[in-house]
C-alpha cells in the first residue's frame, strides 16, 4: 500500500469506528426507569408544563413497547404504520379504543394487559406531538433549546 493508500485505509477505520461507537450509544440510550435521573432539570415539576410531562411519559412508553413495530419517532417500519403520516391521524378516543382492543388478525394486540388509560393518554399526546410536527425527532428531554427539554409551541395541544 501507498502511503496514501494507508492514511486513507486510516481515516476510513477511524469513521467506522465512530459510528460503531455512536451506535453503541444510541443503543444503550434505551429509556428506563432511571431515565431521568441524570437530568435533573426534567425532574423539576415545577419547570415543566403537563404538555411536556405527557410527551415525555408517552415517548418512553413508545420506546418499550410501540418502536419496534412503528418505528422510532413513531415513523413506522416494514412491519407496522408511520403513525406521523398525515392520513394517520386518530382523535384521542380512537387512539385510545385502538390501543386498547387492537386490531384482529394483525400484528396490532391489545395494550391493555400493558398500559392503563393513563399511559395510553400519554402515548397519544407524544404521537400527536409527532404527527403535528411540533416534536422534532429524538428523546424530549435533549430536543428543546440548548439541547435541552423540548418546548411545546404556545397554544398547542393534543386534540
Ligand atoms: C408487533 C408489532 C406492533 C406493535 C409492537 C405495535 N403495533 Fe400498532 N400496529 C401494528 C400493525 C401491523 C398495525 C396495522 C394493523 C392493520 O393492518 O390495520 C398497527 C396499527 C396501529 C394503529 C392504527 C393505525 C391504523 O392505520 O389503523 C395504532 C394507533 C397503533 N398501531 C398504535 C400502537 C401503539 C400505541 C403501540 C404501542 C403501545 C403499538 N401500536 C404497538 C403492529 C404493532
Known amino acids: 500500500m501507498t502511503t496514501i493508500g494507508v492514511r486513507i485505509g486510516l481515516a476510513t477505520s477511524a469513521v467506522a469506528l465512530l459510528l ?7 443503543a444503550q440510550d434505551k429509556p428506563d426507569a432511571a431515565g ?30 410501540c418502536y419496534r ?3 422510532v419517532d413513531a415513523l413506522g417500519t416494514t412491519n407496522a404504520p408511520n403513525l406521523t403520516d398525515p392520513n394517520e391521524k386518530f382523535t384521542r378516543a380512537e387512539f385510545l379504543r385502538i390501543v386498547k382492543t387492537g386490531k384482529p388478525d394483525t400484528a396490532m394486540q391489545s395494550w391493555s ?5 393513563k399511559q395510553i393518554g400519554e402515548v397519544y ?3 400527536r406531538a409527532r404527527a403535528d410536527k411540533v416534536l422534532p425527532p429524538g428523546r424530549p428531554d435533549e430536543v428543546g433549546p440548548n439541547k435541552g427539554l423540548w418546548e411545546p409551541p404556545a397554544g398547542w395541544r393534543a386534540r
Open 20 to 26: 460503531a461507537m455512536s451506535t453503541a450509544i444510541v
Open 36 to 65: 431521568t435521573a441524570d437530568k435533573p432539570a426534567a425532574a423539576s415539576a415545577t419547570a415543566t408544563s403537563a404538555t411536556y410531562r405527557d410527551v415525555y411519559q408517552g415517548w418512553k412508553w413508545w420506546h418499550v413497547y
Open 69 to 71: 413495530c412503528h418505528g
Open 113 to 117: 394487559k400493558l398500559l392503563d388509560d
Open 125 to 127: 399526546v407524544y404521537v
